[in-house]
Nanobody, 121 residues
Framework: QVQLVESGGGLVQAGGSLRLSCSAS????????MGWYRQAPGKQRELVAR???????NYADSVKGRFTISRDNAKATVYLQMNSLKPEDTAVYYC???????????????WGQGTQVTVSS
C-alpha cells in the first residue's frame, strides 16, 4: 500500500521560500515518476511539477523559474523548492506517484492529506 507523507508547508511572506518534502513508502520509489500538485480554495487541483525516475523534470508555466522539483531515491523522498513565492501560490500541496496510463507521464494515484502553503502579501 502506497503511503505519501507531505511536510514543509507553512505561512510565508510574498517573495519568500519554502521547501516541501514528500516521503514515500510501499513502492519501489526509484522506479516511479513523481509529481507535486496543488489545490487552491474554489479551484481544481492542478499539476505543479513532476520528475521522472531518471530525473527529467516538467513544470507548470506558472511556476517555471521559481520552483524546483528534485528527488532523493536513497531516502524515497521528493522535494519541491519554492522561491519567489506569490500570494497566488497559496494552496494545499500534494505529492503523488504517477501511474502509467499510456500517456507520457502517467496519472496521479490516490491522494494524501497534503500540506498547506499560505503566502501573505
Amino acid at each position: 500500500q502506497v503511503q505519501l507523507v507531505e511536510s514543509g508547508g507553512g505561512l510565508v511572506q510574498a517573495g519568500g521560500s519554502l521547501r516541501l518534502s514528500c516521503s514515500a513508502s510501499g513502492i519501489i520509489f526509484r522506479l516511479k515518476p513523481m509529481g507535486w500538485y496543488r489545490q487552491a480554495p474554489g479551484k481544481q487541483r492542478e499539476l505543479v511539477a513532476r520528475i521522472s525516475s531518471g530525473g527529467t523534470t516538467n513544470y507548470a508555466d506558472s511556476v517555471k523559474g521559481r520552483f524546483t522539483i528534485s528527488r532523493d531515491n536513497a531516502k524515497a523522498t521528493v522535494y519541491l523548492q519554492m522561491n519567489s513565492l506569490k500570494p497566488e501560490d497559496t494552496a494545499v500541496y500534494y505529492c503523488n506517484v504517477l501511474i502509467p496510463d499510456g500517456s507520457a507521464w502517467g496519472v496521479p494515484g490516490s491522494w494524501g492529506q497534503g500540506t498547506q502553503v499560505t503566502v501573505s502579501s
